[in-house]
């Protein structure tokens, strides 16, 4: 099972853009078929999708995030990114990075997660 | 999108207690739904996928069942190492959707 870890800042000022990375350890990102995610969960509250890309760049975003999401991956240093731009307070979150079950949107792997808070 | 809703959003129970908690997906989604427990400040864990699969190392007390719109999940036996919160996942279409949560307590 790979390892996936959240890096990125913690504090991000409303309007402006978020930005994390998840590394990927102990597998190689580029194995076809594989859609990586990302997933956050506003502080005492349930999960949501933001969207999900494979290593082409092929993509699947949410559109309740109404254009704001871009994710990209770079298979040479093994990692995926998110960026969501226009941030407001309820974008204050923990962030979670995700692998799902080859070929399926089920999560398997997770990060442990990185508490993102847009405040001035 | 296909809403799930998750009922009941908590739980009481004892140690040993049978726990039941069910998912409504507003449209038929055949046997796509995946079941994820919690526990604070950690991430969720896989427990169930294709409604009724469990995941490996995952203890034979838990159980999912359904297909179409409804679906459970059951802990029998419940075990102090269960008290969590746990959430359904539709994983039929996109957008991907979750439940609300149903957070089991120690009663």
């Known amino acids: 099972q790979p390892h996936l870890q959240e890096s990125g800042p913690g504090l991000v000022k409303p309007s402006e853009t978020l930005s994390l990375t998840c590394t990927v350890s102990?597998?190689?990102?580029?194995?076809?078929?594989?859609?990586w995610g990302w997933i956050r969960q506003p502080p005492g509250k349930g999960l949501e999708w933001i969207g999900s890309?494979?290593?082409?760049?092929?993509?699947y975003y949410s559109p309740s995030l109404k254009g704001r999401v871009t994710i990209s991956v770079d298979t040479s240093k093994n990692q995926f990114s998110l960026r969501l731009s226009s941030v407001t307070a309820a974008d204050t979150a923990v962030y979670y990075c995700a692998r799902p079950r080859l070929g399926f949107f089920d999560w398997v792997t997770w990060g442990p997660g990185t508490l993102v808070t847009v405040s001035s | 999108d296909i809403q799930m809703t998750q009922s009941p959003s908590s739980v009481s129970a004892y140690v040993g207690d049978t726990v039941t908690i069910t998912c409504r997906a507003s449209?038929?989604?055949?046997?796509?739904v995946a079941w994820y427990q919690q526990k604070p400040g950690e991430a969720p864990k896989l427990l169930v996928y294709t409604a009724s699969t469990l995941q490996s190392d995952v203890p034979s007390r838990f159980s999912g069942s359904g297909s179409g719109t409804d679906f459970t999940l059951t802990i029998s036996s419940l075990q102090s190492e269960d008290f969590a919160t746990y959430y359904c996942?539709?994983?039929?279409?996109?957008?991907?959707?979750f439940g609300g949560g149903t957070k089991v307590e120690l009663k």
């Open positions: 890309s494979d290593y082409t760049g092929s993509t």
């Open positions: 102990g597998g190689s990102i580029s194995n076809s078929g594989y859609y």
């Open positions: 996942q539709q994983t039929s279409s996109f957008p991907l959707t």
């Open positions: 449209q038929g989604i055949s046997r796509w």
